[in-house]
């Protein structure tokens, strides 16, 4: 059986690919800053390399004995002083050049759906210009494109508890975020897949006033939607653009852009939004 490398286990989506690797019995040897959150989430790898990946002499032969290399790694919320191009750029770049170094069979990437059209965002241009190295490195390689997570999706839930949901436009934009349980299979699917590219979403696609409403029926509480004309957002942009930096402009700025488009992947999984609100409401009850 194929032995995998995964980067980016302590993750949202990384914990979830690790225990699927396990479930099917995978030998896995796993990359992580901080073993213990490995601990917290139940994961017990047969391997475990305690490395800072961003530092090339840390990762020294990460790959070596390994078949499949799987990353997740990248930052949703910059800290400790590292950019976009540190981690989702550089970072993966150094675990290819060891992949590559180490005869490994098979890169698997996590970058986003449509990232490719939106380069003009700080995040998105750091994953594609490494998805360009992956490319050319010569490994076989697939990139896996997913829709927003349900974790992403968390904040309409806040907003309902509170007594109302803002949104921008009219509320019609499409979407359909994928639970990480269900992405992880995928990830883990594309091992022995050959596809170069997957693009995947959950099973429900929704408009914004739906996700909103379905927050809103799980707490029983009474819908309170307000619509934001979009030049709010643009204007709201330009405001944090102008006095914050980027680790605090960064991620809202890929939020408020993804939040002004249809954002559709075709459809997988079990899982449901609706699973997902009533899950938060009984944790929080």
Request: hydrophobic share 40%; charged share 25%.
């Amino acid at each position: 059986m194929n032995r995998v490398l995964l980067a980016g286990a302590t993750g949202y989506l990384g914990s979830y690919i690790a225990k699927e690797l396990l479930k099917r019995s995978y030998p896995i040897r796993v990359i992580a800053r901080n073993p213990d959150k490995l601990k917290q989430n139940n994961i017990e790898s047969t391997e475990i390399l305690q490395t800072e990946i961003t530092q090339p002499a840390s990762i020294k032969d990460c790959c070596k004995n390994i078949d499949i290399v799987i990353s997740t790694v990248g930052i949703t919320r910059q800290k400790d002083g590292l950019t976009y191009m540190d981690v989702d750029y550089q970072a993966n770049l150094n675990l290819l050049q060891e992949a590559i170094q180490s005869g490994v069979k098979k890169f698997i990437y996590v970058s986003a759906l449509n990232g490719e059209n939106l380069r003009h965002l700080k995040i998105c241009d750091a994953k594609e210009l490494f998805v360009e190295q992956l490319i050319k490195s010569g490994l076989e390689y697939c990139i896996i494109r997913p829709n927003g997570f349900f974790s992403d999706m968390t904040e309409f839930y806040t907003m309902a508890k509170k007594g109302r949901a803002y949104l921008f436009g009219d509320g019609e934009l499409k979407t359909n975020p994928i639970h990480g349980e269900d992405l992880a299979a995928v990830c883990v699917d594309a091992i022995d897949k050959p596809d170069q590219e997957i693009k995947v979403g959950g099973p429900e696609t929704l408009t914004h006033n739906e996700i909103a409403a379905t927050a809103f029926e799980v707490l029983g509480i009474k819908p309170k939607i307000i619509h934001i004309p979009n030049w709010v957002r643009v204007a709201i942009l330009k405001m944090v653009r102008l006095f914050s930096g980027s680790n605090v402009y960064g991620p809202i700025e890929f939020f408020m852009t993804v939040m002004a488009m249809d954002m559709v992947a075709p459809e997988y999984g079990r899982h449901t939004l609706r699973e997902h609100f009533t899950n938060l409401n009984h944790a929080k009850a």
